[in-house]
């Protein structure tokens, strides 16, 4: 469960964001659409606690996270959500079974046949032990989503996922998040201005 | 995987940015700990061989060089001093006890001295097997030098003449090995000991009459100047090189020799112990005042001369420092711009659920990594340095040095390099806990 209500958000008293109500419940995905500049990235930073909100309430799991503070929100992120970037960013001293082992050791979470059960259905199994700067964009994207859902979060923000690929990998790449969420039982929510998107959702909201 | 770990693959990951500040760091505290390390050993070496020594009598000339010669037998004597002068001094009141020395010849390099029993108790120096000297040509060999010469019992020593191996060998009178001792950790594991009449009979065998050999010596031989037998004994020691070698060649000059048993008889050196500690201040002066002899105070001299060293040490000390806060500066640059470069790392490992202070205690990990590893390889380093000067030692004076102790102001080096390491991380860590996730994030 999912609820955002009021939520207004300014840079510096200077640009102001006042973002519409979110509400979506347990296994439900959504897709939030909007052009650049009207605040996207910042929504989803606000979803993922990495931004507090000015105002307004932010309900995740029954939890609202805008009564918890810097170190509360940073576990609570860590246990419940995990997050799939524009373009994909790893610890690149690390390989990639390294990488979502430190994933795992931040939520306290150690469990190895996990690892090898993502990478396995992500199809980079092979891969594990590749430094992460040694992979190709399609296994790089793949791995980062494999440290966005390694720890079982209840919630995968995903920000602009698809903007960069061609009509066929966007089709891929989405249905492989929304495979990987139900498979994992977690809930999608995807930021974009792209479009081809909305086909693949039953909710939408447009900013 | 946990964050002490990510601080190790994230230094092994880029050994470039770091080796300059890990070098500096090892060149530093190796100095520093090298000089720690030969200060302390030197001063053991040398501590352990005064002990029960509290003066030392020989001719005039520099009281430094009479100590190093009598006391660490590594300088040439300063010359001769007759048995009766000598005996003056031993029969002082204020006299606890003395030792008479002889020396002037050495084995391959080690040398002989002629001496009495006693001196072997003054270094707690036992027998390990065969038995003392005892009748003349009897020698007792330093656990070192049978063990490097390889040389056992009833071996037989061609001795040469002067301080070094290049002298004139003693063909006719070869010494013969009756004991060997145990190791001592002090000044007779490297010499060769036999009885005083050993060396005046070995140099009796000679006579000469090149008087100007005396001339390289200290102006109060000149008393000794006549002819006698044992004169040139005296000689031998003074001059140090192979100048002497003519006056082997004359021949022996053996009628006068009984005539001379006693009374012109020479000894190099003397070790007194007194009888009261207070003495140590009047009897010297008396001594270097009203008689032809000199009185040195090793203590004395000994702690004159690290003084003279001391200024070059403190120089090189207050260098090393230097070097090692030019090395926390290297690493706190390298920290800056590493926390810089990877900042959308940092940012990851925060959405991953990481706090800020998990952030900054790794960036202080990796600063404590390098600085304790720049400790343990500069102990090394150190380690490494004593070794190398104690093979320049062995080479050229017969000592050595060896050391497998960590001293209490190396643990005060590794506190040092703990402080440099969490100084120069203070920033970066402080950097990366204020960091903005989200703006660094947004920026991409």
């Known amino acids: 469960m999912i609820k955002t209500r009021d939520i207004k958000f300014d840079y510096d008293n200077q640009v102001f964001f006042e973002f519409p109500d979110i509400e979506i419940k347990n296994r439900e995905n959504l897709l939030i659409i909007g052009n650049s500049g009207i605040g996207k990235t910042t929504l989803l930073h606000l979803l993922a606690g990495l931004l507090e909100s000015k105002s307004g309430s932010i309900e995740l799991f029954g939890k609202e996270i805008s009564n918890l503070n810097s170190y509360q929100l940073d576990t609570f992120r860590g246990e419940n959500i995990g997050i799939v970037f524009q373009r994909s960013h790893f610890v690149n001293s690390l390989t990639v079974k390294e990488n979502l082992e430190l994933a795992q050791f931040i939520a306290n979470k150690k469990d190895n046949n996990r690892i090898n059960t993502i990478l396995k259905s992500l199809g980079i199994l092979d891969k594990s032990d590749k430094n992460t700067n040694q992979l190709s964009q399609g296994e790089k994207q793949r791995a980062s989503i494999a440290l966005a859902i390694v720890n079982s979060p209840k919630l995968i923000l995903a920000d602009e996922p698809t903007s960069s690929l061609d009509d066929e990998n966007c089709d891929r790449v989405i249905k492989l998040l929304k495979k990987q969420a139900s498979e994992f039982n977690a809930q999608l929510i995807v930021i974009t201005h792209d479009n081809r998107l909305k086909k693949h959702f039953k909710k939408s909201i447009k900013l | ?43 053991t070496q040398m501590d352990n061989n005064l002990k029960g020594i509290d003066m030392v009598v020989g001719a005039k000339g520099s009281p430094l060089q009479l100590i190093l010669s009598a006391v660490y037998h590594i300088d040439s004597p300063t010359g001769n001093i007759s048995v009766e002068d000598a005996e003056e001094i031993k029969n002082n009141r204020m006299v606890g006890s003395s030792i008479d020395l002889l020396y002037g010849d050495n084995y391959k390099g080690y040398r002989i001295v002629g001496t009495e029993d006693k001196f072997l108790d003054l270094y707690n120096a036992k027998i390990k097997d065969g038995k003392k000297w005892n009748a003349p040509f009897e020698v007792v060999v330093g656990a070192k030098i049978y063990s490097k010469l390889n040389i056992n019992l009833n071996d037989e020593l061609i001795s040469s003449h002067g301080l070094r191996e290049t002298g004139e060998a003693h063909v006719n009178q070869p010494f013969k090995v009756v004991g060997l001792l145990e190791p001592s950790n002090s000044v007779v594991d490297q010499l060769i000991i036999t009885s005083p009449q050993s060396i005046w009979d070995l140099h009796e065998e000679h006579d000469h009459d090149d008087e100007n050999q005396e001339e390289h010596d200290n102006e109060d031989h000149d008393e000794h100047e006549h002819d006698h037998d044992d004169e040139d004994h005296d000689e031998h020691e003074n001059d140090h090189d192979d100048e002497d070698h003519d006056e082997h060649e004359h021949d022996h000059d053996d009628e006068d020799h009984d005539e001379h048993e006693h009374g012109d008889k020479e000894i190099t ?64 640059i390298n920290l800056f711009n590493s926390m810089r470069e990877r900042k959308y790392e940092m940012a990851l490992i925060r959405t991953l659920g990481a706090s800020r202070s998990q952030l900054s205690v790794m960036v202080i990990f990796e600063s404590l990594i390098l600085t304790i590893s720049g400790f343990l390889l500069g102990l090394l380093v150190s380690r490494l340095g004593v070794m190398f000067v104690s093979s320049l030692m062995e ?38 806990y204020k960091m903005n996730i989200s703006e660094i994030l947004a920026d991409e």
């Open chain 2, 1 to 43: 995987m946990n964050i002490f770990k990510l601080s190790i693959k994230n230094i092994i990951s880029k050994p470039l940015n770091s080796i300059l500040s890990l070098a500096l760091l090892i060149l530093g505290i190796g100095i520093i700990s090298l000089l720690l390390q030969l200060n302390s050993l030197i001063k």
């Open chain 2, 269 to 332: 050196a003397m070790l007194i112990k007194f009888k009261s500690p207070m003495n140590i201040i009047q009897f010297p002066r008396q001594i270097n005042e009203n008689t032809n002899l000199q009185a040195a105070v090793p203590s004395y001299e000994i702690s004159r001369l690290f003084k003279l060293f001391g200024f070059g040490i403190e120089t090189l000390t207050y260098l090393a420092y230097l070097i090692i806060l030019v090395s926390g500066f290297s690493l706190f």
């Open chain 2, 395 to 432: 080479e050229s004076l017969n000592y050595s040095l060896s050391s497998l102790y960590i001293l209490n102001e190396e643990f005060w080096l590794l506190g040092l390099s703990i402080l440099i390491g969490l100084i120069s991380s203070l920033i970066p860590a402080i950097q990366v």
